[in-house]
Structure formats: C-alpha cells, structure tokens
C-alpha cells in the first residue's frame, strides 16, 4: 500500500517537472524516450524503488559526452512476470 502511495507521488513529481520545469530548460535530454518519460514508465513497470533507481541510473548516462539514443524501459522477464 505504501509502495502505491509513493509511486502515485513519484509520478505526480515527474508530471509537474514535465509541465513546469523542462518548458524552461529545454529540449536537452541525449535519449529518446526522454529521462522523465523513461522514468515514469520504469516506475509504472518496476513500481517506486526499482523504477526510481533505474530513472536515477538513467538521469547520470545523460551528459555532454554520452551518445544517446534509443533506450526503452527494459521489459519485464518472464521470472518477474510470474510473480
């Protein structure tokens, strides 16, 4: 129940910075989905701490001198699945 609860306020976090911060920094991110995009489908698959790891993990690749590019949420394996 907790787990669903931060999840929900993570997302809520994710969707402000999206509508408030990033119109004023820009269009910086160096993949595609965007670091918020990939972070909130993560938190959505994975739920609250796994996805926020994973968007953390995400967020420190973004720098001047990383390529970028396509970069999807990994999908679920078929272990987690059964859970």
Known sequence: MFNRFLQKILLLLIKGYRYVISP??????RFYPSCSCYTEE???RYGAW????MGIRRISRCHPF???GYDPVPDLSEREKEK
């Open 66 to 68: 990383c390529e970028g």
């Open 24 to 29: 004023w920094l820009g269009n910086n991110c």
């Open 42 to 44: 993560a938190i959505q």
């Open 50 to 53: 796994r996805g926020t790891w």
